[in-house]
């Protein structure tokens, strides 16, 4: 997971420790009730993967998985959970979401709080990137951030109106679609967070 105040300078590594022994988020918990890993694609992707917590909890779940973060300090910590799971297979990678051009077939893509960090000119052939990669039958789950959250004003990141997330989903069936908003904590403070937590499948057949 990656989660940056756009206000001001940011310790990833110090982030990552602070999430170290965080549960998997409940959302994904949700969807691997529903997926399982298929006898033709075991593999998940994590988009930034942050502390590896998710990876941990689908690696564990059975799933072969890749990592993807753009920070050193996360593929490290991932890398750690990695060798505490000889069994499993986990690959990493250093990526950019921006830089990003292709992703392997997946029957299963995580995108925990990761999504937003994409930079609003690259997003859209990100996300053709991400459904492309995601095989029939396969589940996307993860957040993405809504327009009257007190980051939108950064024109870095990008930001969804609840029309415009679900138009991100069409043609998926929509397993999940909560809106979350509310003030809380985050690790300079508080701010007001608007989110929207999804959990989609892509049809077995399009006929």
Known sequence: MQCKDPSGTFRWKTYYEHHRDRPASSL????????????????????GCGSGNETRALLQAGWDVLALDQELAAIEMVRAIGQAHPGAKLETTIQRFENLEALPPSSLI??????????????????????????????????????????????????HSELGARALFRGLSLKAFEVHEYDGPNMRGTKHWHRFDVIAQKPVSSE
Request: with cysteine; aromatic share 16%; glycine share 8%.
């Open 28 to 47: 994904l918990y949700r969807a691997l009730g529903l997926a399982s890993p298929q006898t033709n694609s075991r593999k998940a992707v994590d988009l």
């Open 110 to 159: 995580h995108a925990g709080m990761a999504l937003p960090f994409c930079h609003p000119d690259y997003f859209e052939k990100f996300w053709s990137i991400v459904m492309s990669a995601l095989l029939p039958g396969g589940f996307f789950v993860g957040q993405l951030f809504g327009d009257k959250d007190d980051w939108a004003s950064d024109a870095t990141r990008t930001f």
